[in-house]
């Protein structure tokens, strides 16, 4: 399939600038396969969408202070470096702007010195690989001095409250991006969901940026997806089994949770597990565990919108989104959601 066939054009003010009010507050369209029908709700609608004994699944990854600022140490000029993933002992895989600036063996100085790392090599994909060093008792203390929120480049208005930018139940921290459907959740509208009958059960992907790298090559099966860290446990693939023996529903929040319930099932028996997963879901592909999913509107062309047209059909999902760009929805990560049952 050609990439071209997932653009659809986006009026630029729909673009989310800030998170909603309260969290649960921002809109849900409903698409209901079964019924070839669109909705208009509220997310605080949801516990009314879902049926008792349907089973929830959300991603518990927590967003790092991932983006460093900093300086050449032998000219001073400005460097900066986004943490994407550990790759060996205070050792990173990083994107580096300017990369021209970032050449192996170029040394940066962050804050006062009390951080610095060395550029190493290069990455396939046009990033660095940097080793750190630093004065203080871990890094992710110097993280939590230094780093900043990686929020995504179409984000302009300044994030005055950094814990907007996590979902309510995020706790292992290690991504690189939030979990972006996780955002409209909170302590509440989940205490609701349970007192329903809805069964709430955690996976833990740790989001790269690689998810949102445009998709270069002219049709889908020629491009070539980045691996993420994911785990299930025994006790959340334990729940998911049983809900799928007796035929509830499972539902993901958010693709990040997709890929890794189905990444997991295609590894063999089906048990927790846990591992790297570069698994790329468009159209053609035969979920095994999902039932539905929660998703926030994602960029054209990218491979997020074309997991969305795997569940509910290519032509299907560019029309709901036809529909949203006419209603007005807020897209991307601060922007609305969809339910996809």
């Known amino acids: 399939m050609r990439v071209d066939e997932f653009d659809y054009h986006l009026p630029e003010e729909l673009i989310a600038q800030e998170p909603a009010t309260p969290r649960d507050s921002s809109r849900l369209m409903v698409v209901d396969r079964s019924r070839d029908d669109v909705s208009h709700r509220r997310f605080s609608d949801l516990p009314g969408l879902l049926a008792p004994g349907d089973v929830l699944v959300l991603n518990d990854t927590r967003v790092m202070p991932a983006r460093l600022m900093g300086a050449r140490a032998d000219t001073g000029g400005r460097i900066e470096v986004l943490l994407l993933k550990q790759v060996g002992l205070n050792q990173w895989e990083t994107l580096v702007k300017p990369g021209r600036r970032a050449k192996v063996g170029t040394q940066i100085v962050f804050g006062d010195g009390e951080l610095k790392g060395e550029v190493l090599d290069k ?136 890929r890794t319930l189905e990444a997991a099932a295609g590894m063999g028996a089906w048990q927790g597990r846990e591992g790297w997963t570069d698994i790329f879901i468009y159209p053609g592909y035969r979920f095994q565990v999902i039932d539905g999913m929660i998703t926030n509107f994602h960029l054209p062309k990218s491979t997020l919108l074309m997991l969305v047209s795997a569940f509910v059909g290519r032509e299907r999902t560019m029309e709901a989104y036809g529909k949203a760009v006419e209603e007005r929805y807020r897209f991307f990560s601060f922007g609305d959601a969809m339910l996809l049952i």
Request: net charge negative; proline share 5%; charged share 20%.
């Open 123 to 258: 990455t396939d994909v046009g990033g660095r690989v940097v080793q750190f060093e630093f004065a203080g008792p871990s890094f992710e203390a110097i993280l939590d001095r230094l780093g900043q929120m990686p929020l995504p480049p179409y984000i302009k208005a300044q994030l005055t409250d950094s814990e907007r930018y996590q979902t309510v139940y995020a706790r292992e921290t290690g991504s690189a991006a939030a979990p972006t459907a996780g955002l409209h959740f909170t302590p509440q509208l989940l205490a609701e969901l349970e007192g329903r009958g809805v069964s709430l059960e955690y996976i833990t992907l740790h989001v790269g940026l690689g998810t949102f790298r445009p998709v270069s090559a002219d049709t889908i099966e020629e491009h070539i997806m980045h691996s993420e860290f994911f785990r299930i446990t025994q006790q959340t693939a334990d729940a998911i089994a049983q809900a799928k023996s007796e035929g509830r529903r499972v539902i993901a929040v958010g693709t990040t949770t997709v």
